[in-house]
């Protein structure tokens, strides 16, 4: 709205400052009025808080007084509607509810989100953790488990595997010979993983069958993966500390709250694209 503000001409306010600031300004110190409206300095603070990037990048001298007629311009036109229609009060009702959520949960991770809650929890999940397994392996896929066999039988006689699966298989990783990268447990599916665990490296598998087809595998070679250090990980655990502390409060206040929900099938879950339902 700055960019393409609109200037209207009469404007009756007054200015409660001058262009540079004594000190001992507040929040609620006055700096235009509209009518009988006061503007204050903590509506033009949040509104800079809320600008996207390429406004809030513009000096401070422009932005004070972009902010401010935008703010007045907002005024005037909401000075002049008739009414507050329904729709404006349900979404102030849903602003209002989720700013202060918002304070709850900033006032929740303060008090519970400490270094020291960080680093006990960082504790819990690493501190006794043994080394992972990783493993660094190629394979082909194809349709078949016939396929799969030929494709074998000529890694057996001495062709290279990533030649063979350049040549034939129908895998993503088939252009750049088959390689997969390194991987641990967990990553890929039952019966492949499984496959891969028996393996020595520089072994070839026998054809193994998944949901996507018919794999040969090879393993080239595998490595211990110690577990990561607390700055490695903190935003992780930092998040995972946060939403325990969240999700703790939350259950402390369903318990001491009584809630209400409406019986399953009572409403129509279409009704929340009925817009009409606002203008009634």
């Known amino acids: 709205m700055l960019k393409h503000a609109t200037y209207f001409g009469a404007i009756a306010l007054s200015l409660a ?3 540079a600031f004594a000190e001992g300004e507040t929040a609620s110190t006055v700096v235009a009025t509209v009518g009988d409206t006061e503007i204050t300095l903590g509506q033009m603070i949040i509104t800079r808080a809320q600008l996207p990037q390429q406004y809030a990048q513009l ?9 401010l007629d935008q703010i007045i311009q907002q005024q ?10 329904a729709r404006v009060t349900y979404a102030i009702e849903n602003e209002k509810r989720s700013l202060m959520a918002g304070e709850a949960i900033n006032n929740i991770t303060v008090n519970a ?3 020291e809650a960080i680093k006990a929890a960082y504790d819990a999940k690493f501190a006794d953790a043994e080394p992972t397994t990783e493993y660094n392996a190629s394979h082909l896929l194809v349709e078949t488990e ?8 000529r890694v057996d006689a001495g062709e290279e595997f990533a030649d063979v699966a350049r040549d034939v298989s129908t895998g993503p990783t088939g252009p750049n010979g088959g390689n997969l990268g390194w991987f641990s447990t967990g990553q890929m599916v039952p019966e492949f993983e499984a496959a891969v665990m028996e393996m020595s490296a520089g072994d070839v598998s026998a054809p193994v069958q998944t949901q996507f087809g018919w794999h040969v595998v090879t393993l080239l070679e595998t490595r211990n993966q110690e ?3 607390l700055e490695d ?7 995972e500390v946060q939403e ?3 999700q703790a409060r939350l259950a402390e206040l369903t318990e001491a709250s009584e809630i209400t929900r409406p019986e399953e099938g009572a409403f129509d879950p279409s009704l929340l694209s009925n817009l009409d339902l606002l203008d009634e």
């Open 17 to 19: 400052t001058t262009a």
């Open 59 to 67: 000096p401070d001298d422009v932005l004070f007084v972009g902010i």
């Open 76 to 85: 005037l036109l909401s000075d002049g509607l008739d009414g507050v229609p």
């Open 113 to 115: 989100v400490t270094d």
């Open 146 to 153: 016939e396929e799969a066999l030929a494709a074998k039988a």
């Open 227 to 229: 577990a990561p250090s």
């Open 233 to 239: 990980v903190r935003q992780e655990i930092f998040g």
């Open 244 to 246: 325990a502390a969240i």
